[in-house]
């Protein structure tokens, strides 16, 4: 595998290539990303990978600083893997070179709900981030992972926008044995916490099986799943049952006619914020 830090060393790896396949990543790499790697290779060659941490999309109050930057061992898993020809790693200089940055800002109805309510500016930070990150590798796929279901459709809506000739392909949620779904802040857990953790994914479980089961008020699950994650000692952002094609609120016509629909949660266990969703 070919690390590169610079555009320029990128754009002579990939000279001619016209199928890149690629995944964007912030490192830290778990067998959540791998199994991107993994889909990537199936519907392109090249695969290009990237580790970037991107300042933009981090709050002042979030977790830039202490975000986990495991470069050397995140190679060493890619090389074990043997999925990726050219990793990309660039400096915060080599992808942002002047300090006003052109921003892409997604429409309100979906940048600005759920996330991006919870964490303004989160999908100006990605949506830029990922613009540039395509501009520079040129993929013809690139692939996301579905537990940032919001952000998948960000960018899918982005893509769509601004005619960009790249295929988005989302890969389901990679879960740990007892349901938690596998992210680079799960290590932020305390061992306590992390026993705990798997009741988030429970909760939207348990939502799942009462909607099943004939109760279409929406309303009510999301608050009765808020209050029993409240009572085990998380403090909720939101539960929120949507729609899966625009993730507006469906109405209760809508779920009784089987309107497709997912159910997305943002939660806090002591400091660590743990997001998951559950298509229903
Ligand atoms: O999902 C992530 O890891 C990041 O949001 C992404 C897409 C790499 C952009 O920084």
Redesign the pocket.
């Given at each position: 595998m070919k690390v590169v830090h610079t555009i320029e060393d990128l754009r002579d790896q990939l000279r001619g290539q016209l199928r890149v396949s690629f995944v964007?990543?912030?490192g830290n790499l778990h067998q959540g990303h791998l199994a991107l790697m993994k889909l990537a290779r199936q519907h392109g060659d090249p695969v290009v990978a990237s580790i970037?941490v991107?300042r933009m999309?981090f709050g002042p109050n979030e977790d830039f600083d202490r975000y986990p930057r495991t470069l050397q061992s995140d190679i060493e898993k890619l090389e074990r893997e043997r999925d990726v020809y050219v990793l990309f790693a660039p400096d915060e200089r080599e992808l942002y070179p002047e300090p006003q940055s052109y921003r892409v800002q997604p429409p309100q109805e979906l940048g600005d709900i759920l996330e991006g309510e919870c964490r303004p500016g989160f999908f100006v930070g990605?949506s830029t981030?990922?613009l540039k990150l395509f501009s520079c590798v040129q993929p013809r796929v690139a692939v996301?992972g579905k537990k940032?279901y919001q952000?998948l459709m960000v960018i899918r809506n982005m893509c769509r926008q601004f005619q960009l000739p790249v295929e988005i392909l989302a890969h389901e949620t990679v879960r740990a044995d007892d349901g938690l779904a596998l992210s680079s802040r799960n290590q932020y857990l305390q061992e306590a916490e992390r026993t705990e953790a798997p009741s988030l994914y429970a909760g939207l479980r348990e939502l799942q099986s009462r909607l099943h089961a004939g109760e279409h008020d929406t309303a009510t699950l999301e608050a009765d799943a808020v209050a029993r994650l409240a009572a085990r000692g998380w403090s909720v952002d939101y539960i929120a049952v949507r729609r899966q094609r625009d993730l507006h609120k469906p109405s209760v016509d809508e779920v009784a006619a089987g309107e497709p629909l997912v159910v997305l949660a943002a939660a806090r266990l002591g400091v660590t914020r743990l997001i998951d969703n559950l298509e229903l």
């Open positions: 964007p990543t912030m970037f991107n999309q990605v981030v990922v996301f940032d952000q």
